[in-house]
């Protein structure tokens, strides 16, 4: 059985209709168009970037949880604010493949593989558009870093290679690969350049194991003038996916091809992977970036309001500046949150309201001190709404023990930071998607009604406060 984009995308809107608000649905999910499909990703277009952020953020793991029932495997879920005139549709996506391999398409077998690989790579990287090196902003914190992801764009394999980049989250690591590959894909459109994180090459590799593919496997990424592997870090321990890179490792070095790396410290502080591996990435040049000082952080915020067409006061873009210090990533989200409650709220972003709602931020962001179990979390909540606690596992849904089982959800998850299918098991067998939707239900609930906030602080105060 086929389906295309279109059809995988009206079946999960189908399937998320009733686990999202109607409002909610109608403004972030129903006016979205699906792109493309590939084997474990399908790509959506919203209205603006502004959009495919927040349903990212605030949809994404419901979305990508109805997807994989769907189609019967994980898949990914992308959004993106604008339409792109070089985007690839790939062929309709096979849901349940045959067991024998079906008729090769005369067109396709009269390339051979190394033209068809290259012809494939070149038209879909794994880039993401946004990632430009016009697009980054560069300071004192990534200035090194820049230069060294510029140059060896201009002459990749014969300066630093490999290159390796590291530090926290949300630095601008990921930017600059993605920059790099496109630089290259500019000076020569026939490169063959592929984009992987460290968990996707490792599933690949799985799963040409089961299929008997790892010829192909290996030849993919062997063959790639530039390859850009992310998160290395998330090799450790995995031995048998370290040899395999480490045999693709030393193929591209000895042909001169580049190599870029990240990884979130430096190669000597990776623990679990090789020593052979950590010697090599040693062989060419390792940077960090670390966080941006106020002037980047105001230039970035600048950068962002232009390219969104964003009207932000200097004094909103100097108040976020100082509030958020620790990553580019924590300035978008800060934007983000603030122009969400200004939609709801209808309320203008001035200083006043900016500084009002990064406190409130500042406070969700903080950590909570952990309670003794869930079993004492669901005793406390349901004494505090008056229900009985066996209630909050059973099938009852008055709005009572509703609500008080989605605020213990709630608590569970902020309080000890349990994964969505553990919370649903304390709850009658719950699915993480309901759980998700549960507790993303509640915060919403806690920014726009201040009487719940404060009953919801309150109970969790009194849990904090437990012997």
């Not at 300071?139 to 390796?164: E, F, I, T, W």
């Not at 592997?229 to 450790?236: A, E």
């Not at 349990?418 to 009658?428: A, Q, T, V, Y």
């Amino acid at each position: 059985m086929e389906l295309t984009a279109p059809e995988v995308w009206a079946r999960i809107q189908d399937a998320v209709r009733d686990a999202v608000p109607d409002h909610a649905f109608s403004s972030w999910i129903e006016g979205v168009r699906a792109v493309a499909l590939t084997e474990g990703e399908l790509l959506l277009e919203a209205g603006n970037r502004f959009k495919a952020e927040w349903l990212e953020d605030k949809y994404g793991d419901l979305l990508e949880a109805r997807g994989a029932d769907v189609v019967g495997r994980r898949l990914r879920i992308t959004v993106r604010g604008a339409a792109s005139p070089d985007v690839f549709e790939p062929p309709a996506v096979r849901l349940d493949p045959p067991s024998a391999p079906s008729e090769p398409d005369p067109s396709v077998t009269r390339r051979s593989p190394a033209s068809q690989s290259r012809l494939l790579t070149a038209r879909r990287p794994g880039l993401n558009e946004r990632y430009t090196f016009e697009r980054f902003v560069v300071g004192p914190n990534n200035q090194l870093a820049s230069a060294a992801a510029s140059a060896a764009a201009d002459k990749p394999g014969r300066l630093y290679n490999p290159l390796v980049f590291y530090g926290g989250v949300g630095l601008g690591k990921t930017h600059l690969m993605h920059a790099l590959g496109h630089r290259v894909l500019q000076s020569n459109p026939d490169a063959r350049v592929a984009y992987v994180s460290a968990e996707q090459f490792l599933n690949e590799m799985i799963t040409a194991i089961q299929r008997g593919t790892t010829a192909q496997f290996r030849a993919r990424y062997r063959e790639m003038d530039l390859l850009l592997l992310d998160d290395v870090q998330f090799l450790k321990n995995k031995e048998s996916t370290q040899d395999e890179f480490f045999h693709t490792f030393n193929a591209l070095y000895d042909s001169h091809r580049q190599i870029v790396l990240t990884a979130d410290r430096p190669p000597r502080e990776l623990e679990g992977v090789e020593e052979r591996l950590v010697s090599r990435f040693d062989w060419g040049l390792t940077v960090d970036l670390r966080p941006p000082d106020l002037e980047t952080r105001i230039a970035i915020l600048r950068s962002k309001a232009e390219e969104e067409g964003l009207e932000l006061e200097p004094d909103v873009i100097e108040c976020i500046a100082h509030s958020c210090t620790s990553s580019v990533r924590e300035l978008e989200g800060a934007v983000i949150k603030l122009l969400a409650v200004s939609s709801v709220w209808n309320q203008e972003i001035t200083p006043d309201f900016a500084r009002r709602v990064l406190a409130l931020r500042r406070r969700e962001l903080e950590p909570i001190k952990p309670v003794a179990s869930p079993e004492r979390i669901q005793e406390s909540i349901a004494a505090g709404w008056r229900v009985r606690p066996e209630s909050l596992t059973a099938k009852t849904r008055t709005r009572t023990v509703t609500e008080a089982r989605h605020v213990a959800m709630y608590a569970m998850r902020k309080m000890l930071e349990m994964p969505l299918m553990e919370i649903g098991r304390c709850f009658g067998g719950r699915d993480h998607s309901t759980v998700l939707y549960s507790i993303r239900k509640v915060e919403r609930r806690i920014e726009l009604d201040p009487d719940f906030r404060a009953r919801v602080r309150q109970a969790m105060q009194e849990l904090r406060e437990l012997p």
